[in-house]
């Protein structure tokens, strides 16, 4: 039996599902467990979430997330090597203090 790989972003549990159904075995590994959504990725969740249910996300909230993912891309992003260091010395920041 062959082996792939497959890197999805949170909705791999659906790809999951239709590899399953068309014969395949799927078997899923998280990386950086727990896992803390960036301001932004907040954001966006949010605003799915609102507009699939015909809402909206106040200004105050959206305003909220932006001036905290702003100090997120400056005070982490623009000072490691990559995204996944800035990630992972944001949340070092956030939980160790």
């Known amino acids: 039996m062959k082996k792939g790989l497959c890197i999805a972003g949170f909705d791999g549990k659906h790809i999951k599902t239709h590899l399953n159904e068309v014969g395949y075995r799927v078997d899923i590994k998280h990386m950086y467990l727990p896992y803390n959504f960036t301001p932004l990725e907040i954001l966006i969740h949010e605003m799915e979430r609102k507009v699939s249910t015909g809402f909206?996300?106040?200004s105050e909230r959206m305003k909220q997330l932006i001036e905290h993912q702003a100090c997120f891309?400056?005070?982490?992003?623009?000072?490691?090597e990559n995204y996944d260091q800035?990630?992972?010395?944001?949340?070092?920041?956030k939980f160790l203090g």
């Open 73 to 80: 891309v400056r005070d982490y992003v623009t000072l490691s």
């Open 56 to 58: 909206t996300v106040s």
């Open 86 to 93: 800035a990630y992972i010395n944001w949340m070092q920041s």
